[in-house]
């Protein structure tokens, strides 16, 4: 216990990192994801094709093998950039991928009527999709967008093998000088699970406020 | 589909996936491994072949019945938790999973002759944070992990040793002519270890350096070339190697600090530190430490061959 009390800066710059990089990936997972799943129903095979190679390439890649590849073997084709840039870009993409699968599930629930109620009144695909079928589909799909989100605050932990300092990584230094795995780890992850607690309360709330009762 | 045909394709699916299955924990395994001494394959080796024929094995009488070595003799094969992918220290031969080489598993090597008669070893890479926790389960008998005595690692394991005092140094990209040691590393980008002393040596020295840590020691050699960092603390040792293998570092200056290796054996057990110190004792002696120091570690400096540290000089072992 007093491992933790004496490294408490250390540790809560750690988690301040990661609530940095897990906002900021979430943002941008979310409004990546959305456009994928837009091209992925739109009318234009190109367009549906891209998106649709996108999602299965990204699912079926682990994240850590884009992580190596993105901070080591980038650089040698000349794009270097920061630790923490290069893990939000990359967790952002990764993660946009199974955005768009949980919203794309989320638009086959909006009914083939709406979308011709809507043609008949005139909308264009535009309209469609931003007035009528995605806010339809989000609402829908709160609690596996939840999920995703904590799967992502999981993901910023393995960002710790590529060197960015969050949370995982500060706390493996702590214990490096303590040699106390189970009480430093234990905190670490009871930390990580507040965190998932705070998510998954929070999509439960949005989800029975945004709720289309039929 | 007809019944007959059905129950066949559900038969041959079966035997099937257990083969895949026992196939790949087959393949799984590989992390313990048996090592047998290197066949002739160049100097060092045939001399470290001499070195095995010639080192030392334990009386009976010092194998104490119901002890750690005894259970170890009986077993007959010695368990030790050591790299596979460290150079010069503990570097397993890719294409002959069975052929790991280097200064901390010839060392062990040479242990499992003397308790066993044979260099009979199986390797457990460990991870930095779980060698403590190998050493108090007994899923291994002896740590040689290029392992710093700390008196915080004393407390939970027991250390036999020091068997070798190396030290961090600095390396930089081979055209940079700024650094020249730890003392300009101030305000510099330093990469480091993930699990090593240097995250708590650097700033110490330099508080305000900018510290990167990245898993592996590859890891860090590629990010320091990619312009990650200014400078790469870690062992000199490692250090070494690396410079050896790669034109695009060099090293600069002399080790500052003092780290001392120690064999991490289980605790509560203090037969078998003294065992284990005889042993040590022994080869600093016949001079076999030496011979395997020269025919490892010793091709990548400058020739000369240390003194063996004297056992017991830090505190922690």
């Known amino acids: 216990m007093s491992a933790l009390v004496d490294a408490w800066p250390q540790l809560l710059s750690g988690l301040g990192t990661t609530v940095f990089v897990l906002v900021t990936s979430a943002v941008g997972a979310l409004v990546l994801g959305t456009l994928v799943t837009v091209a992925r129903v739109s009318p234009v095979p190109v367009l549906r094709a891209a998106a649709f190679g996108y999602v299965q390439v990204l699912v079926n890649v682990p994240l850590l093998a884009l992580l190596l590849l993105a901070v080591f073997a980038l650089p040698d084709a000349g794009l270097i950039a920061p630790l923490v840039t290069t893990a939000i870009v990359v967790l952002t993409v990764y993660e946009a991928a199974y955005v768009a699968e949980a919203l794309r599930?989320?638009?086959?629930?909006?009914?083939?009527?709406?979308?011709?109620?809507?043609?008949?009144?005139?909308?264009?695909?535009?309209?469609?999709?931003?007035?009528v079928v995605v806010p339809q589909a989000a609402r829908t799909v709160v609690q596996p967008l939840g999920n995703v989100l904590i799967a992502l605050l999981m993901n910023t932990a393995l960002t710790a093998t590529v060197g960015v300092v969050e949370l995982t990584s500060a706390t493996n230094k702590v214990n490096l000088v303590q040699a106390q795995p189970i009480p430093i780890f234990g905190a670490a992850g009871l930390v990580y699970m507040a965190l998932a607690l705070v998510i998954g309360l929070g999509a439960g709330r949005i989800e029975k406020r945004v709720a289309i009762r039929r | 589909m007809s019944?007959?045909?059905?129950?066949?394709?559900?038969?041959?699916?079966?035997?099937?996936?257990?083969?895949?299955?026992?196939?790949?924990?087959?393949?799984?395994?590989?992390?313990?491994?048996?090592?047998?001494?290197?066949?002739?394959?160049?100097?060092?080796?045939?001399?470290?072949?001499?070195?095995?024929?010639?080192?030392?094995?334990?009386?009976?009488?010092?194998?104490?019945?119901?002890?750690?070595?005894?259970?170890?003799?009986?077993?007959?094969?010695?368990?030790?938790?050591?790299?596979l992918d460290a150079p010069l220290l503990s570097q397993q031969d890719p294409s002959n999973p069975d052929d790991i080489q280097g200064f901390d598993i010839d060392l062990a090597k040479m242990l499992a002759i003397y308790i066993i008669g044979e260099p009979n070893?199986?390797?457990?890479?460990?991870?930095?944070?779980?060698?403590?926790?190998?050493?108090?389960?007994?899923?291994?008998?002896?740590?040689?992990?290029?392992?710093?005595?700390?008196?915080?690692?004393?407390?939970?394991?027991?250390?036999?040793?020091?068997y070798f005092v190396?030290?961090?140094?600095?390396?930089?990209?081979?055209?940079?002519?700024?650094?020249?040691?730890?003392?300009?590393?101030?305000?510099?980008?330093?990469?480091?270890?993930?699990?090593?002393?240097?995250?708590?040596?650097?700033?110490?020295?330099?508080?305000?350096?900018?510290?990167?840590?990245?898993?592996?020691?590859?890891?860090?050699v590629q990010a320091l070339t990619q312009g990650r960092g200014d400078a790469y603390v870690q062992d000199y040792t490692l250090l070494a190697a690396d410079a050896e293998s790669n034109d695009g570092i060099?090293?600069?200056?002399?080790?500052?600090?003092?780290?001392?290796?120690?064999?991490?054996?289980?605790?509560?057990?203090?037969?078998?530190?003294?065992?284990?110190?005889?042993?040590?004792?022994?080869?600093?002696?016949?001079?076999?430490?030496?011979?395997?120091?020269?025919?490892?570690?010793?091709?990548?400096?400058?020739?000369?061959?240390?003194?063996?540290?004297?056992?017991?000089?830090?505190?922690?072992?």
Do not use: H
């Open chain 2, 121 to 162: 070893i199986e390797v457990v890479p460990p991870a930095s944070e779980t060698r403590e926790a190998l050493l108090t389960n007994g899923t291994v008998d002896v740590v040689f992990n290029t392992y710093t005595i700390t008196e915080e690692r004393a407390e939970q394991i027991s250390f036999a040793g020091p």
């Open chain 2, 166 to 220: 190396s030290g961090l140094a600095v390396a930089v990209a081979a055209d940079n002519e700024d650094i020249a040691g730890i003392d300009d590393l101030g305000g510099r980008t330093v990469i480091v270890g993930a699990n090593t002393p240097a995250v708590t040596a650097v700033p110490e020295q330099q508080p305000t350096a900018e510290v990167v840590s990245f898993a592996t020691d590859p890891q860090c």
């Open chain 2, 250 to 317: 060099k090293v600069v200056g002399q080790p500052f600090t003092e780290e001392a290796y120690g064999i991490g054996l289980p605790p509560n057990d203090p037969d078998f530190k003294d065992f284990v110190n005889d042993w040590l004792e022994q080869i600093y002696a016949d001079g076999s430490w030496a011979a395997v120091f020269d025919a490892t570690l010793g091709t990548v400096g400058d020739g000369s061959t240390p003194e063996p540290p004297a056992i017991g000089s830090v505190p922690g072992s």
């Open chain 2, 3 to 83: 019944r007959t045909l059905r129950r066949r394709s559900t038969i041959a699916a079966s035997l099937a996936l257990v083969a895949s299955l026992a196939l790949s924990a087959c393949g799984g395994s590989d992390s313990g491994s048996s090592a047998v001494p290197p066949s002739a394959g160049g100097g060092g080796d045939d001399a470290l072949q001499e070195v095995y024929d010639n080192a030392p094995v334990a009386e009976a009488a010092a194998l104490l019945s119901d002890s750690t070595m005894a259970a170890i003799r009986e077993r007959g094969v010695l368990r030790v938790a050591a790299a």
């Open chain 1, 105 to 131: 599930s989320g638009i086959n629930t909006v009914s083939r009527g709406q979308v011709e109620a809507a043609r008949a009144l005139g909308f264009t695909l535009a309209q469609t999709l931003r007035l």
